[in-house]
């Protein structure tokens, strides 16, 4: 029996990316007229049938959800999978969990994957590339078709379906809050590129933190990560010769290799500057000094997926419709790398 042709074997074939394959079965007009020809025609020669999403959620219920992930390397996502485990469990239902490594066509060729029927519905925190591509069309046709999405983290605002996020902007704007606080004037922040949503809103809250409290912002505190590989580097490079007494970074990793950083160049955390990250994981709470941050409580954002997708696959009326979106509010954890140091004075006699 042969398999079954996919998008990423005609890609491959063709020399052409998943998403023009995608398009050009869609007859978009982003794609040219040659190129949407050759390959209809390829498609066509190999009998190709595309995957007919609907049948999944209306012909067979398979009590099974689908996981989409960026990555593994964040504990918060480990976090978000075992709170939809454990809720998904409790209501009968299993779950399968992929991995886009922040890639748009690996997402897509996931979701192609997980739709033919193979899961009742999807879980999702978009890919980095996804966000910055801004190319939707694989989500708007699971949910044009009928299959219930539910989005973590990681949302787009244009899509109609359910989702879970975390108050970003106001959880950086404690942070920084705090540290500015703790008599901290210089505050630097890392951050990631603009395109990814949560990172954007935690740099909004860490501006509005400054502006708040009337304190200048400074643009070369501020370093947009667009690399997770060489961030450890880039980072030490961008606070080598700085004069900053607070560091407020968007996750646990970035917060580390400042503290890294600032160690390498002969100061001490907290003792000459403060240091927050976000996501409170093992990392933070093994490294030394322990890591303050703001918990994203990812068991719990991800115990609230499930609940959405569950209660659209098991009730047709609102299978359409109206979309919730559920905002888990974050915690600031306080540890060492914010403790105020007591200076003891020296007292002569």
């Known amino acids: 029996m042969k398999k079954k042709l996919t998008l990423k ?5 063709l020399d052409v990316s998943v998403s023009t394959v995608s ?9 040219s007229e040659d190129t949407r020809q050759k390959i209809k025609a390829f ?7 595309p995957n007919n999403i609907a049948l999944s ?3 067979r219920k398979t009590k099974t959800i689908g996981v989409i992930i960026p990555e593994i390397v964040h504990h918060f996502f480990t976090t978000v999978i075992s709170g939809i485990e454990q809720e998904a469990n409790q209501k009968g239902y299993h779950v399968i969990i ?3 490594n922040n890639s748009f066509d690996k997402e897509v060729i996931n979701m192609e994957l997980l739709a033919n029927g193979s899961t009742d519905g999807f879980i999702l925190s978009v890919a980095k590339e996804t ?18 999405l539910v989005m973590f983290d990681r949302v787009i605002d244009g899509i109609k379906c359910d989702k879970v996020v975390i108050d970003d902007m106001n959880g950086a704007r404690k942070a920084v809050r705090h540290l500015i606080d703790l008599d901290c004037r210089n505050i630097a922040l890392i951050t990631t590129v603009d395109y990814v949503s949560v990172g954007k809103l935690r740099t909004q809250g860490y501006l509005q933190a400054l502006e708040e409290n009337s304190m200048q912002i400074q643009e070369d505190l501020i370093l947009k990560v667009e690399d997770f590989d060489s961030s450890e580097e880039e980072i030490a490079a961008f606070l080598e010769n700085k004069d900053v007494d607070g560091v407020f970074a968007v996750n646990e990793h970035f917060a580390v290799y400042a503290i890294k950083a600032l160690q390498k160049m002969g100061l001490s955390v907290p003792e000459d500057a403060y240091v927050i990250g976000f996501t409170n994981g093992e990392l933070s709470k093994q490294f030394i000094p322990s890591l303050t941050t703001v918990s994203q409580h990812g068991a719990e954002m991800g115990a609230q997926a499930a609940r959405l997708l569950i209660k659209k696959l ?3 009326e609102v299978e359409d419709g109206p979309y919730e979106t559920i905002v ?7 540890r060492n790398s914010t403790k105020r140091v007591q200076k003891t004075e020296i007292l002569k006699f």
Do not use: F
């Open 328 to 334: 888990v509010e974050t915690e600031l954890v306080e």
């Open 98 to 100: 992929c991995m886009s």
């Open 23 to 31: 398009k050009a079965l869609r007859d978009s007009a982003e794609i």
């Open 43 to 49: 498609a066509k020669l190999y009998n190709y049938k």
């Open 314 to 316: 098991e009730n047709e």
């Open 57 to 59: 959620l209306k012909n």
């Open 131 to 148: 966000q910055q591509k801004q190319d939707y069309h694989h989500l708007n046709e699971v949910v044009n078709q009928g299959m219930p």
């Open 9 to 13: 074997q005609i890609a491959r074939e």
